[in-house]
């Protein structure tokens, strides 16, 4: 197993085919660096031109090894969605995590605490870190709605600067298309994690898909990740199963679950560049120019 070191950043924004940026020449002057000058030029102008297209995924169930996998896929080709994070301070049903506004796709989140109902990993929730917990790997959102997997230093600080939407304590089961979940190496002490259990999973493609699925059988981690290959998969982390596995997709329980919950995974058909996109973004340009200003201060009194 490959060592665990820094978390994978995500690529640049300058690689997004976008309309034609507008010059924010304004912003020029207070900002004195270049490359989040940059930044905020091209997202703003994302921003701007974005048309919210609504998008229904490919639902598709699949058979492996004998167990069935239902599996949602969203492709970013096809229009715009929003992955985003569900948490709450309690376990609830999962309707009640649903909401009034139900997301077009819902599956069962990180592991929680039977004795406090509380997740054993990180939970990030509009740039915020809501929860603790430093094992496992990182499913995480970016401020611009792209979904990466990473993994993270046991017991060890995670930078979460850049994502908006983060679930630690995944358990890693496929990396770059290699099959090996290890998840006493990632922090986790229950044996039954390892065993055959219903399970929960989220992965990406190398095309760039999101892909949700699960399963009521019971399989190993190595056979949820040979499943997920067959599909395509090549990152892979397994979420919580057993009797918390549940999907939800196109405005109907796919697999559901009697326990309550307190997170999940959720996909909205609207854009990511939101209201709380946009007050990210100010409060980047507020921060940059009262840098700025607080060192040309500095420069002015310490020449007297």
Not at 44 to 57: D, E, N, W
Request: net charge positive.
């Amino acid at each position: 197993m490959q060592p665990f070191g820094k978390p994978n950043r995500p690529e640049s924004v300058l690689n997004l085919k976008l309309p034609k940026i507008v010059q924010f020449q304004f912003l020029a002057g207070f900002i004195h660096n270049r490359g989040l000058m940059k930044w905020i030029a091209v997202t703003l102008t994302a921003l701007m031109g974005a048309v919210a297209s609504a998008i229904a995924p490919d639902q598709r169930d699949f058979m492996f090894e004998g167990a069935t996998y239902r599996m949602v896929v969203f492709d970013p080709a096809r229009g715009e969605f929003s992955p985003q994070v569900i948490l709450s301070p309690r376990l609830v049903p999962v309707r009640t995590l649903l909401g009034e506004e139900k997301p077009v796709a819902a599956i069962t989140g990180t592991f929680f605490a039977w004795e406090n109902g509380q997740p054993v990993g990180e939970v990030v929730i509009n740039g915020d870190t809501q929860t603790a917990g430093a094992r496992g790997s990182v499913l995480a959102v970016d401020w611009l709605g792209r979904v990466s997997i990473f993994d993270a230093p046991v017991r060890g600080w995670t930078d979460y600067f850049p994502y908006r939407f983060a679930l630690r304590a995944t358990i890693r089961v496929t990396r770059d298309g290699v099959i090996d979940p290890r998840p006493w190496d990632q922090g986790f002490r229950d044996r039954s994690l390892w065993g055959s259990a219903a399970r929960t999973c989220v992965g990406t493609t190398p095309g760039g898909k999101l892909v949700m699925a699960a399963t009521r059988n019971s399989v190993t981690l190595s056979g949820l990740g040979r499943a997920m290959a067959s599909q395509g998969v090549n990152n892979l982390v397994a979420l919580d199963g057993g009797g918390s596995t549940m999907l939800f997709a196109n405005g109907r329980s796919l697999i559901g679950t009697m326990r309550p919950l307190n997170n999940l995974f959720v996909v909205y058909d609207r854009s990511p560049l939101d209201d709380e996109y946009r007050a990210h973004l100010a409060r980047l340009a507020r921060n940059q120019t009262d840098g700025v200003a607080s060192g040309a201060s500095g420069r002015l009194g310490s020449s007297r």
